[in-house]
């Protein structure tokens, strides 16, 4: 018998916090308070990219894991 896969998506507040970084002139820093992960972005927007891309990975990084 083969394994199920079962797809499944789940929705949850996440607050993030985006602000200039501090040593790097014109990068922007976005730490995610819930999850605690940190990215860092040439804009705003690439900033809040990359937390999506970064948070991403981590939740398909545990569904593989169970």
Same mark, same amino acid.
């Given at each position: ?14 607050? $993030? ?5 501090? *040593? ?5 820093? +976005?730490?995610?308070?819930? &999850?605690?992960? $940190? ?5 705003? *927007? ?5 937390? +999506?891309?970064?948070?991403? &990975? ?9």
């Amino acid at each position: 018998m083969r394994p199920m896969k079962i797809a499944m998506s789940i929705q949850f507040p996440l607050r $993030v916090v985006v602000y200039p970084a501090p *040593d790097v002139p014109g990068q922007w820093i +976005a730490h995610g308070l819930e &999850t605690d992960i $940190v990215t860092q972005g040439d804009s705003v *927007d690439h900033a809040i990219e990359m937390m +999506a891309d970064a948070v991403g &990975t981590l939740a398909e990084y545990h569904s593989e894991r169970g």
